[in-house]
């Protein structure tokens, strides 16, 4: 009587036990509906780099635009001091000559 009393509350407790660890544990959560994940086929995989390397030479090209206006301009601005030394040296040879 007292082993089959003994094991009854061994039995009782290491039920109480494991609710209490159950509880403890942390609720699993779900995932939220409009972030799963989908897997992608081969062919959409493709696309996508196809379309990140448009997209990379749009910006290589776009910078390199930039950069040849950005030149353009300091030519512009050069040619400008040049005429304007060059008139200023085509009256200096007149005064000189005269």
């Not at 942390?26 to 996508?48: A, E």
């Amino acid at each position: 009587m007292y082993s089959m009393n003994r094991e009854y509350w061994k039995r009782y407790f290491d039920d109480e036990n494991r609710n209490k660890v159950q509880s403890w544990q942390p609720m699993q959560t779900k995932p939220h509906p409009f972030l799963k994940r989908k897997s992608k086929t081969v062919q959409w995989d493709h696309i996508h780099s196809l379309r990140k390397e448009l997209e990379t030479y749009k910006n290589i090209l776009q910078e390199e635009k930039q950069y040849q206006d950005t030149l353009i301009c300091k030519l512009h601005k050069e040619q400008s001091k040049n005429r304007i030394m060059r008139v200023k040296l085509e009256n200096i040879k007149k005064n000189l000559l005269s």
